[in-house]
């Protein structure tokens, strides 16, 4: 039977945690470690060099649970070290579930979310569940998914939590779950500052209403679906990383590889060889130390795995329309490279590498199109697409023919291993 850490920052006596409590207690050994008070928006901070008072309280369904005078993150520090120090391993964070969701900019301020992420910090799966409503009071649907949701943390990283943002509404009305990203900051969601005159502030929210065409956890959860969100809190950036170390190629390059997906693949007349190919040019570019994005179509399945596996130096996107330039996430990724040059490909040919290419030429760029890691639904639209990117003022190339040209304009000591990874390719044909 799992341990959980049961924690919030709504405090130990709220509607929100004892339902979570009495769900999680019909199939797990539940260990409460929560704030005796309020403490909302407190977000990752820590009591510090100032000491704070822990009392032990009696919950029903509980193996045991304190009240901590402190934070969120207080208490899942001191709950796992009191724990571990009694021989008890915890094998999952839990926190809320919140009076209010916590979508978007919020997840910065959250003491809920801190405190999963606390549990992350310290290698341990975390959860951090939210309702609507700071009046919430329908709990049931997020207390129904409860095991769900442990499993599904299971097929992701540790350092990754899981945001779940519910609407507050009965389990009759809510339409559905949604795996979605975080709205941008300031979306749906804006934090203004309020005078009241006589030198007093406040900060206050300002709701925005939802927008049906766009994904993210606060047009999905104000829509009436539950929206669950993955939330990694690396503070590295490895593509500034690469460019202040100097490690993108001396050429100014990015790769773009555009709808490498799985269910793209279904569409495409040469599916088999467009993977291998693809699989080659992500294994050379890795190679060479060139940084990457790849942008994915929403919806159309995970990118193949010869990407996946070979791509080191690389940033993920996703778009919902052909134009890859029309997403912010794509166009602050390409700029912040540096690059001048871009390398593109992916499917369809026709559609999302040309709008893409067109739009990276009309800014200036320099584009070369890897035209054997480009697929189409046919041979005859790949074609014409191709000879329009050509006379648009790309460049069209082959894999060989680029890689070799790219390694030779550089000097670079891997030209051994890049003519190894394209004859593989080649003997595979």
């Given amino acids: ?10 405090g130990i006596n709220a509607e929100g945690i004892r339902s979570l409590i009495e769900a999680l ?10 704030p005796a008070v309020q403490q909302s928006t407190k977000s990752h901070s820590i009591t510090f060099l100032r000491e704070f008072a822990v009392r032990k309280v009696e919950i029903e369904g509980t193996k045991r649970a304190y009240a901590v005078e402190g934070t969120p993150a207080d208490c899942v520090k001191w709950g796992i070290k009191k724990f571990e120090n009694e021989g008890i391993k915890i094998d999952y964070v839990l926190s809320g579930i919140n ?3 916590n979508c978007g900019a919020a997840a910065y301020y959250s003491g809920t979310i801190s405190a999963a992420m606390e549990g992350s910090l310290n290698g341990i799966r975390s959860i951090a569940l939210s309702v609507q409503s700071h009046g919430a009071t329908h709990f049931e649907y997020v207390c129904g998914m409860l095991e769900n949701l442990l499993e599904m943390s299971k097929k992701i990283p540790a350092s990754t939590i899981l945001s779940v943002n519910a609407p507050d509404i009965p389990v ?33 929210i300002d709701r925005a209403e939802p927008d049906p065409l766009v994904e993210n956890d606060y047009n999905v959860m104000t829509m009436g679906y539950v929206a669950i969100s993955p939330i990694s809190f690396s503070l590295n950036d490895e593509l500034s990383l690469m460019k202040l170390q100097g490690l993108a190629s001396a050429e100014d390059i990015i ?3 555009i709808d490498s997906q799985e269910k793209s693949l279904e569409k495409l007349y040469n599916p088999e060889m467009f993977d291998r190919k693809v699989t080659a040019l992500a294994n050379c570019i890795s190679r060479l130390d060139i940084p990457a994005v790849v942008a994915n179509e929403y919806g159309s399945g995970n990118t193949i795995e010869g990407i996946q596996e070979n791509i080191v130096r690389s940033e993920t996107v996703v778009k919902s329309g052909f134009n890859a330039w029309k997403m912010k996430d794509f166009e602050s990724v390409v700029s912040l490279s540096g690059a001048r040059k871009i390398i593109i490909a992916g499917t369809e040919t026709h559609t999302s590498v ?19 890691c480009c697929g189409a639904v046919s041979q005859h639209e790949h074609q014409i697409a191709v000879e329009n990117l050509r006379t648009r003022g790309c460049r069209v190339a082959t894999l060989e023919s680029e ?7 550089i000097n670079h000591s891997a030209i051994n291993k890049i003519m190894k990874i394209l004859a593989m390719n080649e003997n595979a044909e």
């Fill in 172 to 204: 009759w009305k809510v339409k559905g779950i949604r795996i979605v990203r975080l709205a941008p900051y300031d979306y749906g969601e804006a934090y203004v500052l309020e005078d009241l005159g006589d030198d007093k502030y406040m900060i206050n």
């Fill in 99 to 101: 009076h209010g969701g």
């Fill in 354 to 372: 040309l709008q893409t290419a067109e739009e990276a030429i009309k800014r200036g760029y320099e584009v070369t199109i890897i035209e054997d």
């Fill in 255 to 257: 790769a773009v590889f």
């Fill in 403 to 409: 890689m070799l040209k790219i390694t030779e304009e």
């Fill in 1 to 10: 039977m799992y341990k959980v850490l049961v924690t919030n920052d709504d």
């Fill in 25 to 34: 207690s019909k199939f797990t050994e539940v260990y409460v470690v929560a």
